[in-house]
């Protein structure tokens, strides 16, 4: 996801608290990162619920990061108490990379777990456990599980923002370098293995979709979960005016992710020649952060442009037709189909890409997964403007019912409390049997 600007806006105050039985939760989240400023999908899911949250809880965030960042002086702002760890999680490019690559085929632990440990991060863990002594513990994504896979007598809960090893899977599906393939393989069959055994150290679980609930559960049968969905900022991203060219499409999220990636090289060289041949002026603005060497060259095919980093992703919106998202690889659920939906902008998408949100193809989207019968139904809806009022229209009605950050706060917390019900002694023997 692209960045959207909260960050150069005061964030509006959440609804207020409803009345909390007794003194509020102590609750300790840890996390890769202070997910501020909020230009992914997943810092915009964690601070969105999280500074919700803190209506009913104290909460603790562990991550990396500086102790006089933006997002720690944020945190604090919003009532979170950010508890920064020296050091940085390791880039993704440059020799020592591929080193970091090589020496974890000796691990049985799979690279997104190797890369996020630290025994820094390990004694801040031990030392807030001990000194603030909170009532449960979140692991805000799956990797950091393993700093909680010896603590037994506090509650754990897993917020799970994928299915890893699908993620994984499809990597596998869609890499055609031999080396590549045989490596990420391995990553898979590591994941795979770690996802299993990790939902044995914890008593609950979060999903973003029934779709990936469904696959814990298949894990773990008497797992206690939740489905919390992604969300919008209804005020935010508010229906935009159509524009009166009817050529421009565009795509918004992280470039520095791998799934983005291959959607914009996918739409580049395998959608784009066969819509051109059906709408030869057509364009697209993939409009996303750090976009690197190889997806920059992209803006040398005519017709495509690459913006990098923006410090609002509305404007290109307003400026395009439709809103294009090619997904071939991922997991959860994505927030730029929420957001485009919230626009009023009609989204033409794969099923990978629409996946885990309750859209009906043709009511609330359209559905596309081959590059031909893509190219067609984005070729067809820049010729008809009143089916992509039609759809706009019916998605942001549907935002409005189910997306919007305050009511997911809500389930959320309503979840936690009733986690934190479970007697700590039940909860205890519970996972010493499984752990063992």
């Known amino acids: 996801m692209a960045q959207n600007s909260l960050d150069k806006r005061a964030p509006s105050n959440p609804e207020p608290a409803r009345p909390a039985d007794g003194d509020k939760l102590r609750i300790l989240v840890l996390d890769e990162e202070f997910p501020y400023p909020v230009n992914t999908g997943k810092r915009t899911r964690s601070f969105n619920l999280y500074r919700r ?11 990396y990061g500086d102790h006089d960042s933006e997002a720690v002086k944020c945190f ?51 030392s807030n456990v001990s000194e603030f002594d909170p009532h449960l513990i979140v692991c805000e994504w799956t990797p950091y599980s393993y700093y909680i896979r010896d603590i037994f007598d506090t509650q754990v809960l897993l917020s799970t923002h994928n299915i890893e090893a699908d993620i994984w899977r499809r990597y596998f599906e869609n890499e055609s370098n031999p080396a590549r393939k045989w490596y990420i393989g391995e990553q898979w069959r590591k994941v795979r293995r770690f996802e299993k055994e990790c939902l044995n150290w914890v008593d609950a679980a979060i999903a973003v979709s029934s779709q990936d609930e469904e696959k814990l559960r298949q894990i773990r049968p008497d797992l206690r979960t939740l489905v919390v969905p992604n969300g919008v900022d209804l005020d935010y991203f508010t229906p935009l005016p159509h524009p009166a060219a009817r050529n421009r499409l565009v795509f918004t999220g992280s470039m520095d992710w791998r799934p983005n990636q291959d959607a914009a090289r996918h739409f580049a060289f395998e959608i784009l020649p066969e819509l051109r041949l059906l709408s030869p002026d057509v364009t697209c603005s993939f409009v996303g952060r750090s976009p690197p060497a190889d997806i920059r060259s992209l803006a040398d095919i005519h017709g495509i442009e690459i913006t990098g980093t923006v410090d609002d992703v509305r404007p290109y919106v307003e400026k395009a037709c439709l809103y294009i998202v090619p997904l071939r690889i991922g997991g959860g659920t994505r927030l730029k189909i929420l957001e485009a939906l919230a626009m009023g902008r009609a989204v033409v998408s794969t099923s990978i890409g629409a ?38 229209a019916e998605g942001r009605r549907l935002v409005e019912q189910k997306y919007g950050w305050n009511a997911l706060a ?27």
């Open 53 to 63: 949250l803190c209506r009913i809880a104290e909460i603790r965030y562990v991550a």
């Open 76 to 126: 604090r702002t919003e009532g979170l108490e950010p508890v920064p760890v020296t050091g940085q999680i390791p880039r993704k490019d440059g020799m020592a990379f591929y080193l970091r690559l090589l020496r974890n085929l000796a691990s049985p632990l799979p690279y997104i777990v190797t890369s996020h440990y630290t025994r820094r991060y390990e004694l801040a863990v031990r």
């Open 355 to 392: 996946e885990g949100l309750e859209l009906v193809d043709g009511k609330h989207i359209i559905l596309a997964d081959e590059p031909l019968s893509f190219a067609r139904r984005v070729h067809e809806l820049m010729q008809n403007p009143s089916r992509c009022k039609e759809l706009g």
């Open 410 to 436: 809500r389930t959320m917390e309503d979840f936690v409390k009733d986690v934190n019900t479970v007697p700590a002694a039940r909860a205890l023997r519970n996972r010493i049997e499984r752990a063992n």
